[in-house]
């Protein structure tokens, strides 16, 4: 295990400036991790940079993009959007900042540099350096270089971790928590009560990945923009989704073509895509002449086309991301978890008998609504929503070699079966197979292509979607309400020590998961966090007790 990175903000990516810094750091620094953080608020042309690097390269849409050496040494987190707004939504400790653009407010750069931390200026007139003095820069006699002194008391160094965690259940979200674990060097204990991973939700035959589109840019569409970005390059380092041989992930990066609901929908589209915030690579729209000709069905509104998106199967990526985790994961399935007690600083998991199952100083839940079982998470309002997929033999339909969305989806055919649904029930916890749901599926997957309705033997799945109120999952430390305390923000919601949640993720699962474990991974692990702070306060766990709390004062 290496030690913590050196930390690099550049005020605006120059990849001459990044391929010098990972040449400087490879040299002088091997027993250390690089994380280079820059900001992007134009478009880069990345075709001078290693080919490490241009095949992770994002489009040039607004949010933090994370990529990774293959090597696991560097890391690049790339800020695209206002300079000034992405600064300011920084969640990092620097050691070293290139002043390439400067802001204009020092403070919110002071706030980010560790007490020593270097500055190099591309220019300074006489106001900035004045106002990067005031901050507790000290200049030298370049008056471009300086070193920063903090006005308080350095922060007190954290204590050594203890890489110690128990994962309590299988699917996407606990898989991917060890996977992202064992890859900083944790030792991990996988708790699961089936015989198998992705017993529940995640052993679906296929789930679909692509982007969510909205006028105004909300919370949720760049939540789950940056979800379905992250999940994309996460794949390809793990092994990559296909079906060929080599291929980790089961499924096809084959497109996702998104219909338009009616000429309403259609008309907020059109002015989504005429906003410019979104190239073509990333989402295009197309007009009802040029989305027919792809569909060969009419489309007489419209749709988007996901040239990334497509389809997975789940199982094969929990598969993939529990073998990454190599000799750092001993699996405990067959086996139930349903208490957690604290004693002396850990956690002991017990089963119904009262056994131990594992013992560690960090538990992460992500055993769906399953989590509310446990005392500690009593309190989460979580719930589950129904979903019947179901599964038509291929010459039964006029199936495309894409997937095609609209009030419900259809996969292309995979080994002679394609994917249509999923019913959305809400208070339903009926696991069979009904008939309604089935036609219900047929019936819309029929509309979508134009055809009339058909009958199918009986055939399918039924999972149960964890959901919160707010449908945005639950990530990182867990709320104990127990605790009287008055909560004014997140971080003063007193929290369960070493009890953390992956929990919520609906039916987005398949790209909340790697983003989401990568997350809480940082947050345990004290690193530059890969989302703006808006976002990660939006997932926090807590934000249901400080909402109430704040009502009660």
Sequence with gaps: MVDAAWIVLDTEFDGARFRAACAAHGGQHLDRRLHYTALA????????????????????VRGLHRMVSRDGLVTLDLLVGDPAASLAQLSATVDEVH?????????VLARLMKDGARLQAVYLDDGQRVALWKEGFAFDESRLRAVFHARQAPVAPVQAIDRRAIVIGAGMAGSAACERLAARGWQV???????????????????????????????????????????????????????????????????????????????????????????????RWLEPDEASRLFGAPAPDGAWWFADGGWARPSSAC????????????????????????????WHVADAQGAVIAVAPTVILAAGAGA???????????????????????????????????????????QGVVCVGATYDMRDDDASLRTSSQQDNIGKTADILGVPVFDAPLAGRTGFRC??????????????????????????VPRWPGLHGLLGYASRGLIWAPLAAEL??????????????????????????LKERRRAQ
Excluded at 43 to 48: E, L, M, N, R
Excluded at 327 to 346: C, K, M
């Design 319 to 346: 598969a993939a991301m529990l073998d990454a985790c190599g000799d750092l994961l001993t699996r405990r399935f067959s086996s139930s978890a349903l208490a957690l007690v604290r004693i002396n600083d850990e």
């Design 189 to 283: 204990t996988l708790v699961e009560r089936h015989a198998q991973p992705a017993g529940e939700a995640s052993g679906n035959l296929a789930g679909i990945f692509m982007p969510l589109l909205s006028k105004d840019d909300n919370i949720p569409t760049r939540l789950v923009r940056a979800a379905y970005l992250h999940a994309l390059r996460y794949w390809d380092r793990l092994g990559g989704v296909g079906t060929g041989a080599g291929r980790v992930v089961e499924g096809a990066r084959c497109g996702v073509l998104h219909l338009a609901r009616d000429a309403q929908h259609a008309q907020v589209q059109r002015q989504i895509a005429a906003s410019g915030e979104y190239p073509p690579e990333f989402a």
């Design 372 to 414: 509310v079982d446990f005392v500690q998470a009593s309190g989460l309002p979580l719930y589950t929503v129904r979903g019947q997929v179901t599964h038509l033999a291929q010459a039964s339909l006029p199936a495309r070699p894409y997937v095609v969305c609209r009030e419900s989806y259809m996969t292309p055919p995979y």
């Design 99 to 107: 002043l390439a653009w400067v802001p204009s407010s020092m403070t």
């Design 467 to 492: 959901m919160a109120p707010d449908r945005m999952p639950l990530v990182g430390a867990l709320p104990d309400p127990g605790v009287p305390r008055r909560c004014e923000q997140l971080r003063d």
């Design 520 to 545: 809480l991974a940082c947050q345990l692990e004290g690193e530059p966090l890969p989302l703006e702070n808006q976002l990660v306060a939006a997932m926090d766990p807590g934000r249901f007790v």
């Design 41 to 60: 608020p134009r478009p880069v042309d990345a075709s001078q940079l290693p080919e490490q690097w241009r095949v992770q390269w994002p489009p040039h």
